[in-house]
């Protein structure tokens, strides 16, 4: 029957005349052409709608006997079609990441026996693994001491007010029988993961049993033998490395023609600003870098330096390519390295970030600005430099010396860009003047190990960590967090030469701080182009 009106007021009853509206077949009514078929009466369906929004805003005192009708459609959370998954976690995601265990939302876990076995046996040591295994093992602990806690009907994983895992925690109680190839040995712990990867599937048809592993042949086994396999993705930060975020916008060819009418501008010291709108605005972010270039046209460089609603304002740069504004002798050489050096010189970026190829000139940019503020401007004490020692090939060994003569053999970068500042500075002053001008540069750069930062506190530092797309996000914002009042951090890395087991462009430390910290007002981030180190350096980045 058609929708009957609405009550005039809340809890108020339909008068009889309200149901004595003949109703349609509702065939003969789908029948017709749009234009043919007969509606409800306006007044009722525009009354029905108004009560239908009158009951989605309050509730009303007391129902009213009024015929159940189809509320007009209201946008709802979606909510996860299907059944959940359940996921078998390999040993490997635990010692990875202790808290994958609620990464996984609304879907089951399943932990085998052999893995709680191989987390025990992880547990010993100081490594990072072994602390990574004593925290998995404590946060097991924790959901089965969770008050209502069942093993038998699974472990709510929100128990421990984890509100992201709506899912359940299962462990193996019971022996599962399972059938693997007999090329497979049994007694190896991966092949018995596999076999209560297959046991789960037949059990649990047609629910999806998924394996989790970081192991890439485990994986690949797995696929063989027709069973579902993953990657734990939670680690990273991008798929791509090619949507890392790089800090430089080009503005579109037709830029002025479209907003040149609409543009502020005004002078303030030595800078210019614009204020611009447009459809451009929602894509800046504070500290980016934009500049235009046209054949015939003046160009632009600019950094954003505020956003509102729906303008933002940018800021013309220092050009230090020019030899009166050189840093400690160093002129910069591509549009890139000049939006660089206006972060590193300015006082009120604190973290910068650095990445680029094999001879862009990070190093040689984060040093002479640093030089140039410790030395001259005094802004800073002194120069604290730091990289993660990661090997290329075998390690040689055990290093003698102290902390300081232990980095050395690490800091063969320093030592190349040293050389080149102190004879730029002191060029004129013959071999003492050099002698001299490098002493006075060794004094005020302190070489420290990443692996006493643990409590530390730098103080008016100008801290530069190398190579540190080696570094895990753990480590990073160990090292990050060291800052303390006055003090300025410069990460640099190549994401093309990550050394370490187990990180990928994708999960470096490096990555996941440029993402972290692009937008904020004291950051900023610039991913050096072209290389500036050679021709061969250049041609062998390219081919090689």
């Given amino acids: 029957m058609p929708l009957p009106p609405a009550p005039a007021r809340r809890a108020a009853l339909l008068s009889p005349e309200a149901f004595d509206i003949t109703a349609r077949p509702r065939k003969a009514v789908a029948d017709k052409a749009p234009e043919e078929a007969t509606p409800a009466p306006p007044a009722v369906v525009a009354a029905a709608t108004k009560a239908a929004q009158r009951r989605a805003k309050a509730q009303p005192a007391a129902p009213a006997p009024v015929a159940e009708a189809p509320a007009p459609a209201k ?75 069942d093993m038998a009907r699974g472990l709510k994983l929100d128990s421990t007010g984890q509100r992201a895992a709506g899912g359940r925690l299962y462990f193996q109680t019971a022996p599962l029988d399972w059938h693997l190839p007999t090329s497979l ?5 991966d092949n018995q993961i596999l076999g209560v990867v297959e046991a789960l599937s037949k059990l649990h048809a047609p629910r999806e049993v998924v394996l ?16 579902a396999a993953e990657d734990y993705q939670n680690d990273k930060t991008l798929e791509d490395g090619d949507l890392l975020y790089g800090g430089v916008l080009a503005l579109p060819p037709d830029f002025w023609a479209k907003s040149g009418k609409n543009v502020e501008s005004w002078q303030s010291g030595a800078h210019t600003y614009y204020r611009i709108g ?19 046209e003046p160009s632009l460089f600019a950094r954003v330096s505020e956003i509102r609603e729906k303008t933002a304002v940018l800021e013309t740069l220092k050009d230090y390519g020019s030899a009166k504004n050189a840093v400690w002798g160093v002129t910069t050489r591509n549009r890139e390295q000049n939006f660089a050096m206006n972060l590193l010189m300015d006082p009120e970026i604190d973290f910068v970030t650095l990445t680029g190829t094999a001879g862009t000139g990070k190093t040689l940019l984060a040093l002479a600005a640093g030089l140039t503020q410790v030395l001259d401007e005094r802004r800073y004490t002194e120069i604290i430099m730091t990289r993660a020692t990661v090997s290329v090939g075998e390690d040689i060994g055990f290093l003698p010396g102290t902390e300081e003569e232990k980095m050395g053999p690490w800091m063969g970068a320093l030592d190349d860009n040293l050389e080149f500042l102190a004879k730029g500075d002191g060029g004129n002053a013959g071999e003492w003047g050099r002698a001299a001008t490098n002493e006075l540069i060794r004094s005020r750069i302190k070489i420290k190990s990443m692996n006493f930062m643990r409590g530390r506190t730098f103080l008016n530092k100008y801290v530069i960590i190398d190579e540190a797309q080696n ?12 800052a303390g009042p006055g ?26 701080a440029v993402d972290r910290f692009k937008g904020w007002p004291h950051s900023g981030h610039i991913t050096l182009a072209r290389g500036e180190r050679s021709r061969l350096a250049d041609f062998a980045s390219e081919v090689l």
């Fill in 75 to 149: 946008a709802k959370r979606s909510k996860p079609q299907g059944p959940a998954k359940l996921f078998v976690l390999d040993t490997n995601v635990l010692l990875h990441d202790p808290t994958s265990l609620f990464r996984f939302e609304e879907h089951d876990i399943f932990l085998p026996m052999i893995v709680l076995e191989e987390l025990d046996g992880h547990k010993k040591g100081m490594t990072e693994v072994a602390r990574n295994g004593r925290q998995a093992s404590r946060t097991l602990d924790a959901l089965a001491a969770a008050q209502g806690a």
């Fill in 487 to 512: 003090t300025k951090i410069i990460c640099m890395g190549n994401l093309a030469q990550i050394d370490t087991p187990y990180l990928t462009e994708g999960s470096s430390g490096l990555t996941y």
């Fill in 278 to 296: 447009g459809p451009i605005v929602p894509q800046l972010m504070i500290n980016q870098f934009v500049y235009f270039e046209a054949p015939g």
């Fill in 471 to 482: 570094l895990t996000p753990k480590q990073m914002k160990t090292l990050i967090t060291r």
């Fill in 212 to 227: 989790v592993s970081k192991d890439i042949n485990m994986r690949v086994k797995a696929r063989a033998l027709g069973l």
């Fill in 185 to 189: 040995p049994q007694g190896k712990a």
